[in-house]
């Protein structure tokens, strides 16, 4: 049943395809299919590539490598941890780096904080000296009030510098102080000012209430490995790093693998465009054929508008079109922030971000809007599904930043050559497409690829972190209640977007990153919360935090650090299925 | 960590995609408009407590996506939902036309003594209506559900339409209509009789010891 149910899909659609060439006598057919409303109705496809998920056999999938065009003679043959280590050490330096910046920053933070806090401290106490006598014991207190903050904020700075996440989390502060059970009405709205600092005016921040007290450093420090937008000077690193791939990609014939090893670890900015479009299978690794490639595949983009776009108010089509056009506009602005900025820090939350002007300009949603309607209209099977639209922006960004040098917030997209920008648009579309091929079954009718996704990592983390695993269970917590939208949108909902195209760096030079490393990401990512979740107490609790997991602050080393135990989870438990079968 | 209150009721909202959902449940808990909404994937949780007739009842809310496709993952949270918001747009006739599956689906897939409020949305932009509020009204009383037109901008009506579906549930308690013991009814007794015993000091004590671990 399986394969010959997405057989007669594909056939259905190209059928689709041509008829509608020759005439419009077919009008209806496929496209309503797919929102038929009447409840249970079980009529579509499990793809022929996608049959029930088998551990095992998943394992044997990913070995085989069934995208070998994308990995020309290399069924991944490693290897050893120390192997891989060696191959992708680089990916450890991020943090060493940041380690010594981190270290020097707060020793200055230190010395100011220390200084501004004693000083406060004398000067409370001269004040107080000049006051009558009957005060002496308020003077004592308050003075050893004062050194105890000192204390205290000095403690905090080291702590904060040496781990982010060590804060008390505020809500269970609020609701400690609050037990007192007749007071309810008091209570109820505790409640309702908690959940006001949950989502509330820091909701970018979400639980990282405390942001604005923590000191400064590690974003600016970040700012030097951010390699998605104008960066200050390169380090040493970065520039070898950069010129690893620029040799890479002088030759003639680039070697893929090569590319792919070194990407593993993340893209420099300067050459992302063209690795990503070469990793993803869109360019050939032949040089002189890529002009013409690009070409031919531009024209037959625009070819495909020319033919369909004007179908997009059709009978059977505007549903499509107009879910998309109610979509584009409301794509979240926080997962556009692509770069903290140090003015930024003090307010507390990022309230102006680049991209977002990018993002109202009325051209840009109109492309978004053409490359969304065109890959639903020829991907009947699953159509559009909200999420997908997320799906395009790392590939238009980084895309768009090929042209961009200068100042990211008054780039006016219109300004960019015609030809240019429809160049962005096609690429754009050609890549997401790549990237959708193999994991449509995370958008087909019932959505198997995530329903199974989401399993495996519940069986995954059972095995992982036995107690985040029973944690949840107890709190009844649902794996597929917070889980479903890390497969639906990748992750694009819970990370900034600069996490985001660093994370496709690898899922891009992983084979079967986008389908299958993701898994292991997701298993990471959860349990890289353990403590926050094994704090939480109840339903409500756990379910408010795994919807709004704080990564406002997350820059590559955070990313780097995940993946690089997602690589950690894959190899203990995809060489060895026993461990990951319960 | 435990919480006061008599009743947990368990809601659902749900409705076409971009009837403004999301924007109702966080004005409801946050009283203010969310400007950047976006399109909710699957679900989203949120919870708050309310006093209803002199009883404190929280509501754990589910947030639903509207799309067609999230049907088969949204159709799940229904099963032991106490009570839901309906929703359509009175500025978007189909929206309205849609109405009607929405309920069947309710009515299968949750308890059948649901009590369901529906709300016509998008109040504020009276302008623009599709929909006028008699036969929405008719609507909804040819279909024994409460009705109420709602803004998620202005806030108007929003707080009622939550605080109606609850009061309604509890009469039923109280006329023994529904049976919070029954399984799947979406009701839960609260912890408010056993808090009440409890000393403050020690119920924060076993919160240190908590936290401890």
Request: aromatic share 10%; net charge negative.
């Amino acid at each position: 049943m399986t394969s010959s149910g997405s057989l007669r899909i594909e056939l259905l659609g190209r059928g689709y395809v041509e008829k509608k060439m020759s005439n419009d006598g077919s009008k209806k057919q496929f496209w309503k299919r797919n929102s038929a409303k009447v409840p249970g109705s079980i009529q579509h496809v499990y793809g022929a590539q996608h049959p029930p998920f088998d551990p095992l056999l998943h394992v044997n999938l990913v070995k085989a490598g069934n995208k070998m065009q994308m990995t020309p003679g290399k069924p991944k043959k490693a290897t050893t941890f120390q192997e891989f280590e060696s191959i992708t050490s680089d990916a450890w330096d991020v943090g060493d780096d940041d380690d010594e910046l981190l270290a020097m920053a707060a020793q200055n933070l230190n010395i100011e904080v220390v200084m501004e806090t004693a000083n406060k401290v004398i000067e409370n106490h001269s004040k107080l000296q000049e006051r009558q006598q009957k005060q002496e014991r308020r003077i004592e207190g308050e003075q050893e009030e004062g050194e105890e903050r000192l204390h205290q904020q000095q403690q905090q700075v080291e702590e904060e510098v040496e781990e982010e996440e060590e804060e008390p989390s505020p809500e269970s502060v609020r609701l400690d102080a609050s037990p007192d059970s007749r007071m309810v009405k008091s209570l109820s709205e505790a409640y309702i000012g908690y959940s006001k600092e949950v989502y509330g005016e820091k909701s970018s921040l979400q639980r990282q209430c405390s942001l604005p007290q923590r000191p400064v450093i590690p974003l600016v420090a970040r700012m030097a490995d951010q390699n998605t937008s104008g960066t200050p000077a390169m380090t040493e690193r970065e520039a070898s790093r950069l010129d690893k791939f620029r040799q890479v990609l002088a030759g003639p014939n680039t070697d893929l693998e090569e590319l792919r090893k070194l990407s593993w670890s993340g893209i420099p900015r300067q050459v992302r465009p063209i690795t990503w479009k070469l990793l993803s299978g869109y360019l050939p690794a032949n040089v002189e054929r890529r002009a013409s490639t690009l070409q031919r595949k531009r024209q037959e983009y625009f070819g495909f508008i020319e033919q369909y776009y004007d179908s997009r108010n059709d009978e059977h089509h505007q549903d499509t079109y107009r879910q998309i056009h109610i979509d584009i506009p409301r794509m979240s602005p926080e997962s556009l922030i692509l770069q903290p900025r140090v003015t930024e820090i003090h307010i507390d939350i990022p309230r102006t971000n680049p991209l977002i002007p990018l993002f109202q300009q009325p051209s840009v949603q109109e492309i978004f809007e053409r490359i969304l309607f065109i890959w639903a209209i020829r991907h009947p099977a699953s159509g559009y599904v909200q999420g997908i639209n997320d799906l395009v922006t790392p590939f238009f960004v980084v895309y768009v930043f090929e042209y961009i040098e200068e100042d990211v917030e008054n780039f006016d997209v219109s300004s960019l050559q015609e030809d240019v920008l429809r160049n962005i648009e096609a690429d754009s579309f050609w890549c997401m497409s790549k990237l959708l091929d193999g994991i449509q079954d995370n958008y087909t009718f019932a959505q198997p690829g995530i329903q199974r996704k989401v399993q495996a990592l519940e069986v995954l983390v059972s095995r992982i972190d036995e107690s985040v695993h029973r944690h949840m269970q107890k709190y009844e917590v649902e794996y597929l209640q917070f889980a479903f939208r890390w497969m639906n949108n990748l992750l694009m909902r819970e990370l900034p977007l600069r996490c985001t195209i660093r994370l496709w760096d690898t899922y891009q030079a992983e084979p079967e990153g986008f389908s299958h490393f993701h898994l292991y990401v997701c298993a990471a990512f959860l349990v890289r919360w353990r403590k926050e979740i094994l704090e939480e107490k109840d339903f409500q609790g756990l379910m408010i935090l795994l919807q709004n997991l704080p990564t406002m602050h997350w820059g590559n080393e955070e990313i780097s650090v995940l993946l690089a135990e997602a690589y950690r989870l894959k190899f203990a438990f995809a060489d060895a299925p026993n461990h990951y079968k319960r | 960590m435990s919480e006061t209150y008599d009743f947990l009721f368990k809601f659902l909202v749900i409705g076409n995609a971009g009837t403004g959902k999301s924007c109702l449940l966080h004005q409801f808990i946050e009283k203010r408009f969310k400007e950047d909404s976006n399109h909710t994937i699957g679900v989203e949780f949120g919870s708050k407590i309310i006093n209803v007739i002199n009883k404190f009842v929280k509501l754990q809310i589910w947030d639903t996506a509207g799309q067609e496709r999230f049907r088969s993952v949204t159709r799940s949270y229904y099963r032991g939902a106490a009570g839901a918001l309906l929703v359509y747009d009175i500025t978007s006739r189909e929206t309205y036309n849609a109405l009607t599956n929405w309920l069947t689906d309710a009515r299968m897939l949750a308890s059948q003594n649901i009590v369901i409020i529906l709300c016509g949305n998008k109040k504020d932009l009276d302008a623009d209506r599709e929909v006028t509020f008699l036969e929405a009204s008719r609507f909804a009383q040819e279909n024994e559900l409460m009705f109420l037109e709602t803004s998620a901008l202005t806030g108007e009506n929003v707080e009622e339409a939550f605080v109606q579906c609850a009061r309604k549930i509890l009469n039923k308690i109280e006329s023994g209509e529904l049976d919070p013991e029954r399984m799947g009814s979406g009701i839960q007794y609260g912890d408010a009789a056993l808090r009440q015993l409890r000393s403050p000091r020690r119920a924060q004590a076993q919160s240190a010891q908590e936290c401890g671990c």
